[in-house]
């Protein structure tokens, strides 16, 4: 292994433990006492569709053991759309508000995020969907609501392209993509935040898959792309800034019907 090689691969690997922080302790802001970050991205004044939370009549399994026993990644899909109901479980599952805050601070999920502080977003890249025209929608995770933001022309071609030449994932009915707003941990945990903020998306799409297996969807992980193509077609800027607003593409997964 050349120097080089080893050198990024040692990097690397550092990140991924607790004492990385060994250098000079920052105090956090959360500690200087700034106001904490926006708990949820804001509507961008699109249309807002709502969404169910009666999840009863599309489940088809309930037993725990069996959904865990039975989750893999799928790749292929029926000639079907998901349903606005069943997309409307999915966002709920992985993202969905139990209880906010008082003073607007964070929120409980249904998911667990590292100081409850939950810096991601979702966007949906719709291709087939009973009840929603194909484009790009942002769940507005407090509301429980879809938001949809635009038409994007050639959108299978496109996104099989930023991802990795994955068909499979170009042209899934629903293409769910998470980005991350990395203040909203940093302003807690500042240099601790970049590994918690990793943890918290791997209990995003565990999610995402269980769900789907309890409603008949599959689902697959993906962490291959182009990062600067994934970014551009959300229209973030994936320039290295450090400003309280940077967002960015960090995880991705296609669903169907199975």
Request: aromatic share 10%; proline share 5%.
């Amino acid at each position: 292994m050349d120097n080089t090689k080893e050198n990024d691969i040692r990097a690397h690997r550092e990140m991924m433990k607790t004492h990385i922080v060994q250098g000079p302790h920052y105090e956090s802001d959360m500690q200087m006492k700034v106001p904490a970050p926006l708990i949820a991205k804001p509507a961008a004044g699109g249309l807002q569709i709502e969404l169910t939370k009666e999840f009863d009549g599309i489940l088809k399994k309930r037993d725990i053991l069996s959904i865990l026993e039975d989750r893999i990644s799928h790749r292929k899909y029926k000639d079907e759309p998901v349903t606005l109901e069943e997309l409307s479980f999915l966002l709920f599952m992985t993202q969905g508000v139990r209880r906010v805050d008082p003073k607007n601070k964070y929120t409980m999920r249904t998911v667990p995020s590292a100081g409850a502080r939950n810096p991601y977003e979702t966007y949906l890249f719709v291709n087939d969907v009973r009840g929603l025209e194909p484009g790009v929608y942002h769940y507005l995770a407090l509301e429980h609501k879809l938001e949809f933001l635009y038409v994007l022309e050639d959108q299978k071609q496109q996104l099989t392209k930023a991802y990795a030449g994955q068909s499979f994932f170009g042209e899934a009915p629903v293409c769910f993509v998470w980005s991350v707003i990395p203040y909203r941990t940093e302003w807690r945990y500042v240099t601790k935040a970049h590994k918690y903020m990793l943890i918290d998306a791997g209990h995003i799409c565990e999610n995402l898959y269980l769900a789907c297996e309890a409603i008949g969807c599959g689902t697959c992980g993906i962490g291959a792309y182009d990062q600067v193509m994934a970014d551009e077609l959300l229209r973030l800027d994936s320039a290295p800034l450090a400003q309280e607003d940077c967002e960015f593409v960090v995880y991705a997964a296609c669903v169907g019907k199975v």
